[in-house]
Every structure is written in C-alpha cells, then in structure tokens.
C-alpha cells in the first residue's frame, strides 16, 4: 500500500463516549501546558525550561511505575539525556499525551484494538 493516502473526509463521524471524551479534555489540558512550555523555550530562554525539570510533579496522579527495557534510537536517547535529570518522566510524558489522544479518538489506527482484538 506503498503510496497510497487515506481520505479523511470519507470516515463516519460517531458520537464519542464518555471515557472518549475525558480523555480527550486530559490531553488537551496536557498539550496546551506543553504548549506554553515549549512557547516559553522558544521565545525567551533558547533552552531547557527550568520547569522541564520537575515534570514528574506535573501530574497529580502518577500511576505506579513499571520498569521496563526498551530499546530507543540512540540519537533520541542522547538528546533526552543532555535534558539533565528527570529525562525519562519526560520521555514518559511524551508517551502520556499520545496514548491519551488514542484513548479520546483523537489518532485513531490500525492498533485500535488489543493482540486479542478487544477495542482499547
């Protein structure tokens, strides 16, 4: 399917449920604040928001932690990790926001469903 476009346009609009529509409001509050963080990068410092530095407490709930190995691209790994302490919350983050826009409908795909094909 090399080359080929999907049309937007053409997929059904359907009444988004509740979970949908929670999660969708937690990712944008999420981007927003990304938002003006990066703002603030660009515009003034040139670098590094000191506040990048303690995202792990900008969620009030953190759920539990799950160590896990994971093989990233070394270029992403060394730009993260020049970032200073706290790298891996905010690769955790990043992680964050996408998973939320799946959740709310936002970026849907071919992984909608779980290996057992059970809608997420």
Request: charged content about 35%.
């Amino acid at each position: 399917m090399a080359g080929e476009y999907y049309n937007y346009t053409e997929i059904p609009e359907r009444k988004k449920t509740k979970a949908e529509i929670r999660k969708e409001m937690e990712l944008t509050i999420l981007l927003s604040e990304q938002k003006i963080e990066m703002s603030k990068m660009m515009n003034e410092l040139q670098m590094i928001p000191t506040e990048w530095r303690d995202i792990e407490g900008m969620f009030p709930c953190k759920p539990r932690g799950t160590k896990v190995t994971l093989r990233l691209d070394d270029d992403m790994v060394k730009f993260y990790r020049a970032m200073g302490t706290g790298w891996h919350a905010r690769v955790n983050g990043i992680l964050r926001a996408w998973m939320l826009a799946r959740l709310a409908k936002v970026i849907e795909g071919d992984g909608d469903e779980d290996w057992l094909g059970r809608p997420l």
